[in-house]
């Protein structure tokens, strides 16, 4: 497996269409789709970081999307690959007939499918000490054995690593490799929470019905300003998932679930809903912007207004 490809340049609008739900136009979104369009132009690993439900397997799809690479996207959780020996980590190199009790057929691993491709490896931290290095061989030498085989099977394979877990405290805690997270120091991009970016939620529940929609065969209901109120004054703690998860939830049963606000806290339409949003967030921009369910931007943008006003009070 020697041949390798050159990449095709992929448009932007492929990091941003419908299906891939990292939608929004928020600075934390925009930035987030231009880092992973600039790093899926080189060859080196990347590592993704953010909280469960943040969208990582999407960013993954992406950047392997707007690498133009020709093998395909592979994904492999390494939950499933924690033991020492044995058929699980088997799932990542492959083997070769009889190589164990079980073995009874030849078969190519995650390594050797992605090949010419991208290799999602996502709870990278859940790595066992023999999978780190299986993947340390792999970084260095783009080689790799399958179990009860001798001989090196060679691949081109672009790496992404996901986590939510800070991988630098579990070096430190002796439970991953410092030389192994060294090789994912390149490019590390952060997922932002959903909470980071509450104003992107209108753009994104109305694609996220759509989607429902067609995999349940009905027609997408098009959400109530009271609803997107609820949808923005939650904290989402799970992030886009749970949001998937409510509006599931309006589809099936036609209301919103119960645990959300019946109300956004604040609206931005007066200078003292400001001052009280501020004021409960000890003067924390973002945080006040997240209570009124709009962006530090916007957020700023009310503030330039209300000091034009006492201005042009205080000079009549």
Known sequence: MHERTSRDSTPSHALANGDNLLLGHSAAMRTLRERIQRAAGFPWPIRLEGP???????????????????GAIVRCGLNKVSAIEGSEIGQLVGWVRGAFTGALYDYRGAF??????????????????RVQEILLDLLDGKRFQRLGQQVDTEVDVRIVFATNEDLSALAHAGRFRWDLLDRMEDDV???????????????????????????????????SPLEIDRLMGFGWPGNVRQLENALKW???????????????????????????????????KSAAARALG???????????????????????
């Open 250 to 284: 309006r589809i099936k049963y036609r209301k919103m679930p119960d645990y959300l606000p019946r109300t956004r806290r604040w609206t931005l339409g007066s200078n003292d809903a400001l001052q009280r949003a501020l004021t409960e967030a000890h003067g924390n």
């Open 112 to 129: 050797e499918r992605a090949h010419r491709g991208t290799l999602f490896l996502n709870e990278v931290h859940l790595a066992s000490t």
């Open 294 to 316: 709009t962006s530090r931007k916007t957020l700023y943008a009310h503030l330039k207004r209300q000091q034009r006003e006492l201005l042009n009070d205080s000079t009549t």
């Open 52 to 70: 469960r439900g943040s969208g990582k397997n999407r960013a993954a799809e992406l950047f392997h999307a707007a690498s133009g690479r020709a």
């Open 189 to 223: 991009i952060q997922m932002p929470a959903l909470s980071e970016h509450i104003e992107d939620i209108p753009e994104i529940a109305a694609a996220i019905m759509v989607k429902l929609a067609q995999e349940a065969n009905v027609e997408a209901d098009i959400l």
